[in-house]
């Protein structure tokens, strides 16, 4: 079988960043890289499940709205995937920043009421917050 894109990647050499993992017409991938692969620092199951619910819901509440795809976790646990249509790198990192802004602001994991979620009781809104204010630190350094 054919190595998948991501698999090419030496992550090794991929440190905590923004990047565009992938572009297929006008869907850009981008890979928010929050802790550094391989570095023995992942981020806790509780706090990526809470990343998730709060990313999804303010990008796609956000003004960008009909241009998100998609925005999930990766399993290495090292960050995420967002999937945006016809939107370019600068103004991708641009939105993302202040969709993270935003996700501070929450006071509860949207999502996170036993008929929303598959696995409600694995939530970690202090932590998730943690890991976003220091990614987003990482990203307006």
């Known amino acids: 079988m ?16 923004f990047y ?6 006008d869907i850009f991938t981008y890979d928010l890289r929050m802790k550094t692969p391989n570095g023995g ?22 003004r960008e709205k009909d241009r998100v ?8 646990r090292t960050g995420c995937y967002l999937l945006l249509k016809g939107i370019a790198y600068d103004e991708a ?5 202040e969709t993270l802004r935003e996700c501070l602001l929450f006071d509860e994991v949207p999502g996170a ?10 939530h970690d809104l202090v932590g998730a917050k943690a890991e976003i204010a220091a990614y987003l630190a990482a990203l307006e350094a």
């Open 69 to 76: 795809v998609y925005f999930g976790p990766m399993g290495c």
């Open 20 to 25: 565009l993992s992938k572009q297929m017409g």
């Open 93 to 97: 990192r641009a939105l993302l920043i």
């Open 41 to 62: 620092d992942y981020l806790a199951v509780p706090a990526l499940h809470s990343i998730e619910h709060l990313v999804a819901t303010a990008i796609r509440n956000g």
């Open 2 to 17: 054919e190595k998948i894109d991501s698999f090419k990647i030496n992550h090794d050499c991929h440190p905590i960043g």
């Open 113 to 122: 009421k036993r008929e929303e979620c598959g696995n409600y009781k694995e």
